[in-house]
């Protein structure tokens, strides 16, 4: 009989940690015991697995040595706080919240460096990348053999559900109260979302940059493992739900050869190139879906050292929960 281990989702009632749930029961994790641990405005609520309700316990009171491993699916200072106690417990540690530096918990996403998980020594700290940058890693990684690139450039559309639950409700609210042809009063966004689309998902930092694009740029270079990368991200806030949407421009040392990236990309794990006569959308294609969706692939209209492409990929699911459920199968399989 194969091992089974004892597994904690520490914010398992956003909508992050909800999805890792279904994914453990989906990928039949070879689990003893869940636990299911949140603040305590959320304790007592309780989620279904495998044919019963599993109830959220408040994380303050929780025994990390009960478990060998636990997903940190909820905010960053939440992660900062637990995070050092589950591990100095000998629980290793999943860090979806991008609390953790990437010296400490390297970024990783299966498909392009599981490699590093053999370095890491056991309790093990690793990190899932921002779901934008581990949607880019994807699909730039089959393409680095055959492509050397000058610059990246990303206009990502976000979707509302990159802000949690109440994003997913202020999209909703403000959506039903212009149907209704009632005043609308933004609330959680600074200003109208519904049917609308802002220049930016976050606070300016200092650079006049958001966080997400600074992350995303830092993220999408450590996992590639080239900090020579020049990267230029612009984050915008969608109003959609579910699924971010990517216009990708990557400047090249020589022109591009547009049947071998083709190739490549249909050959490559977790991605599904669409036919050059159609495109891919996040809510027709990505959402609920394991793979990253690519389209409109062509060169520059001036400069054959060029390519454009479009991307449609789940954010809550492919871009976090997926990528963490895969590297805990990854480190019970060979590490843990």
Same mark, same amino acid.
């Given at each position: 009989? =194969?091992?089974?281990?004892?597994?904690?989702?520490?914010?398992? !009632?956003?909508?992050?940690?909800?999805?890792?749930?279904?994914?453990?029961? #989906?990928?039949?994790?070879?689990?003893?015991?869940?636990?299911?641990?949140?603040?305590?405005?959320?304790?007592?609520?309780?989620?279904?697995?495998? $044919?019963?309700?599993?109830?959220?316990?408040?994380?303050?009171? *929780? /025994? *990390?040595?009960?478990?060998?491993?636990? *997903?940190?699916?909820?905010?960053?200072?939440?992660?900062?706080?637990?995070?050092?106690?589950?591990?100095?417990?000998?629980?290793?540690?999943? /860090?979806?919240?991008?609390? @953790?530096?990437?010296?400490?918990?390297?970024?990783?996403?299966?498909?392009?460096?599981?490699?590093?998980?053999?370095?890491?020594?056991?309790?093990?700290?690793?990190?899932?990348?921002? +779901? !934008?940058?581990?949607?880019?890693?994807?699909?730039?990684?089959?393409?680095?053999?055959?492509?050397?690139?000058?610059?990246?450039?990303?206009?990502?559309?976000?979707?509302?559900?990159?802000?949690?639950?109440?994003?997913?409700? #202020?999209?909703?609210?403000?959506?039903?109260?212009?149907?209704?042809?009632?005043?609308?009063?933004?609330?959680?966004? /600074?200003?109208?979302?519904?049917?609308?689309?802002?220049?930016?998902?976050?606070?300016?930092?200092?650079?006049?940059?958001?966080?997400?694009?600074?992350?995303?740029?830092?993220?999408?270079?450590?996992?590639?493992?080239?900090?020579? @990368?020049?990267? =230029?991200? !612009?984050?915008?806030?969608?109003?959609?739900?579910? $699924?971010?949407?990517?216009?990708?421009?990557?400047? @090249?040392?020589?022109?591009?050869?547009?049947?071998?990236?083709?190739?490549?990309?249909?050959?490559?794990?977790?991605?599904?190139?669409?036919?050059?006569?159609?495109?891919? !959308?996040?809510?027709?294609?990505?959402?609920?879906?394991?793979?990253?969706?690519?389209?409109?692939?062509?060169?520059?209209?001036?400069?054959? +050292?060029?390519?454009?492409?479009?991307?449609?990929?789940?954010?809550?699911?492919?871009?976090?929960?997926?990528?963490?459920?895969?590297?805990?199968?990854?480190?019970?399989?060979?590490?843990?």
């Amino acid at each position: 009989m =194969s091992k089974l281990f004892n597994v904690a989702v520490i914010g398992a !009632t956003g909508t992050v940690g909800e999805t890792l749930v279904q994914l453990l029961e #989906e990928r039949e994790f070879p689990l003893l015991n869940l636990h299911l641990l949140a603040s305590s405005e959320s304790v007592g609520q309780s989620l279904p697995f495998r $044919g019963k309700n599993v109830r959220v316990r408040d994380i303050d009171a *929780f /025994d *990390f040595s009960q478990v060998q491993l636990a *997903f940190f699916a909820a905010a960053e200072a939440v992660t900062l706080s637990y995070a050092p106690r589950a591990q100095a417990a000998g629980c290793s540690v999943i /860090d979806l919240s991008g609390a @953790l530096p990437a010296d400490q918990a390297p970024r990783v996403v299966p498909e392009v460096n599981a490699e590093v998980l053999a370095s890491l020594a056991v309790p093990v700290q690793v990190a899932c990348p921002n +779901a !934008t940058a581990t949607a880019l890693a994807v699909v730039l990684a089959p393409l680095r053999s055959l492509l050397t690139v000058r610059r990246l450039s990303v206009t990502a559309c976000l979707a509302v559900s990159g802000a949690g639950r109440e994003g997913v409700a #202020e999209l909703a609210r403000q959506t039903t109260e212009l149907l209704n042809m009632r005043p609308l009063e933004p609330r959680f966004f /600074d200003r109208q979302i519904a049917f609308n689309l802002l220049a930016r998902t976050e606070p300016i930092q200092g650079t006049g940059h958001t966080r997400s694009e600074l992350q995303i740029a830092a993220d999408i270079r450590h996992v590639l493992a080239d900090d020579a @990368l020049k990267v =230029s991200a !612009t984050c915008l806030q969608a109003p959609v739900f579910f $699924g971010d949407s990517l216009s990708v421009t990557l400047e @090249l040392v020589s022109a591009v050869d547009l049947l071998a990236v083709q190739a490549a990309l249909e050959a490559a794990p977790g991605v599904e190139l669409v036919d050059s006569d159609d495109y891919p !959308t996040a809510v027709g294609d990505a959402v609920g879906q394991d793979a990253v969706y690519v389209g409109r692939l062509r060169s520059g209209l001036t400069d054959d +050292a060029e390519l454009n492409l479009w991307i449609a990929s789940d954010n809550v699911r492919k871009g976090s929960a997926l990528n963490a459920v895969q590297l805990g199968e990854l480190l019970i399989k060979h590490y843990l």
